[in-house]
């Protein structure tokens, strides 16, 4: 089985968002970058299927150069090759067409992409790769195991989950559950050191447009004092009377 | 040339996101001087939606798509959007409407931004406001393509009567499941979803246990809320991951937040900043969750909140 993680690259949760040129660029002056939370989760499940049933495990990201040490990352994590497609990700639309071209040229039967990236919230790559490739797609995943060409998915509903049988080639949007948070794997030394020489191809984009363009970027207005009480009776009542939420 | 909007149901009845999204594709319309069409697959009464603005709503009844199949219900809005020459598709950006989207946007050739939280800025060129950045900033961002897929975010507009005939018009498209199928749902009915609640009533570790949890589940019922938490309690087992609400967990945008026991981490805040009014009840005055509340109190939480279910039900019982 050869399987495709697709990874986007991410500020750390705990970045300070902060915008330049005008308020039109994302500033990521000081900022570190990570494998987006919900292709880490993503990636692990794909480990596992390497160990346990000899699965090839690629990785690959839509990026400029910069992107290369959050690559490496996975690569220190277990995957076998990287793809980078060289060219800036503009818009979710153009970002599938490109990872679509790898998907078919590359053969693969699994393509494991997350819920959403946590910088533009965007959950539209994973769905469009499938229906550029003509694969199926599973969204909101928290459980997935493949037996011949046959997956087996737990996807995460509002107030449960449900269970879903797909046939592979297959697209899935990945996120916690998939593995859990303690399976996570820090690289160590030896992966580190075998990342180094693993291959990371860096590959020229097919012509896709973006259909959509970020004007402007704004943060929320700042926010009030909060009010303390001192009694429930109080609470309740501005609850009532003055957020009118009760 | 009307603005296509996709109402989702739940066994039927459609949900209060539906109406949202019909209002705000009346908003939309208005704006752009066309009408509304709702397409709805198995939702009964669906001239109900010309209460909130729709004039036409394509109503699919098949017995194949009883559940939800995302490749089958994007044929089908995709098909409303050809049939009707929208230029505007609506779709509420609810946990199947994000999965859907996409798979509709791609057939379509259309643009699609998801989260959208008000009406266009301008429809020519189509420019709206959505949250990035999991609600810590805003982006403006202009759709270029002839066709736009606008998903909604949840409790961004709100509900607006707006009261119209509704032409109900039989739709049967041809749809395909895909090689997807459901064999089985596990889901508590008798409980209020997070994604569907007004109020949402959240503990976190300063709890210090599962078996503490009874005071929550007591404030949640009393409210008519539902039950979350933080993500080291879903972590530790302390409660099923459905509950953990945050940058990884599940998106809040509730009518009300009540944070018990919770520290407010960045990552934690970023979930539930959607919601309009927070509510901190924490011992710890420089906790920094009481910078980011609207109402607070400083207090053992075992103390406060047996309190608060008390006056509720008082306050419950003399307002009806
Ligand atoms: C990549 C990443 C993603 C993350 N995603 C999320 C996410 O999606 N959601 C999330 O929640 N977290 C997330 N986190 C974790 C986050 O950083 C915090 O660790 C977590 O939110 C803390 O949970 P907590 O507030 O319950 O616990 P703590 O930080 O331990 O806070 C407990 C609070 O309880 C208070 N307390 C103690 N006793 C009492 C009492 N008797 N009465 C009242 N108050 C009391 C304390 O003063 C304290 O403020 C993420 C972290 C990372 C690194
Ligand atoms: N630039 C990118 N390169 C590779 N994969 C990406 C990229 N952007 C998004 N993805 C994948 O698509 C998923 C959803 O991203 P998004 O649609 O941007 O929210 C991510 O979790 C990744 O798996």
Known sequence: MKILVCISHVPDTTSKINFTDGDTKFDTNGVQFVINPNDEFGLTRAMWFKEKQGATVHVANVGGPETEPTLRKALAIGADEAIRVNTAPTDGYSVAKQLAHIVKDGGYDLVIGGRESIDYNGGMVPGMIAHLTGASFINNCIGLEIEGDTATAIREIDGGKETLKANLPLVIGGQKGLVEESDLRIPNMRGIMQARSKPLQAKEAVDASAETQAVKFEKPAPKGAVKLVDSVDELVALLHNEAKVI | ?320
């Open chain 2, 1 to 320: 040339m009307s603005v296509l909007v996709y109402t989702e149901s739940e066994q039927g009845t459609f949900k209060k996101a539906a109406q949202e999204v019909v209002s705000y594709a009346k908003g939309i319309a208005d704006a752009m001087g066309t009408t509304v069409t709702a397409v709805a697959v198995n939702g009964e009464g669906p001239e109900s939606l010309g209460q909130f603005g729709a004039s036409k709503v394509l109503a699919v009844k098949n017995e194949a798509l009883q559940k939800f199949n995302a490749q089958a219900y994007s044929d089908v809005i995709a098909a409303a959007a050809r049939e009707e020459g929208a230029k505007v598709v609506v779709i509420a950006s609810t946990a199947n409407g994000k999965f859907v989207a996409p798979m509709v946007a791609a057939k379509l050739e259309a643009g699609y931004v998801p989260n959208v939280t008000g009406l266009p800025e301008n429809t020519e060129p189509f420019q709206v406001k959505h949250s990035v950045f999991t609600n810590k900033a805003f982006a403006t961002t202009e759709i270029k393509t002839d066709i736009k897929v606008v998903g909604l975010a949840k409790n961004a507009y709100g509900v607006h009567e707006n009261a119209t005939d509704a032409e109900t018009v039989d739709f049967n498209p041809e749809t395909n499941n895909g090689s997807v199928e459901t064999v089985s749902v596990d889901k508590a009915t008798d409980k209020v979803t997070i994604a569907d609640a007004e109020i949402v009533v959240s503990g976190g570790r300063g709890l210090k246990g599962p078996e503490n949890w009874g005071m929550v589940e007591d404030l949640a019922e009393t409210l008519g809320a539902a039950t979350a938490c933080s993500k080291p309690v879903s972590d530790m087992g302390w409660r099923p991951h459905s509950e953990h609400v945050g940058q990884t967990g599940k998106p809040v945008a509730s009518n009300l937040y009540i944070a018990i026991g919770i520290s407010g981490a960045i990552q934690h805040l970023a979930g539930i900043n959607a919601s309009k009014t927070k509510v901190v009840i924490n011992n710890d005055p420089e906790a920094p969750f009481f910078k980011a509340a609207d109402y607070g109190i400083v207090g053992d939480a075992f103390e406060v909140v047996p309190q608060l279910t008390e006056k509720l039900k008082e306050f419950k019982a003399q307002n009806g």
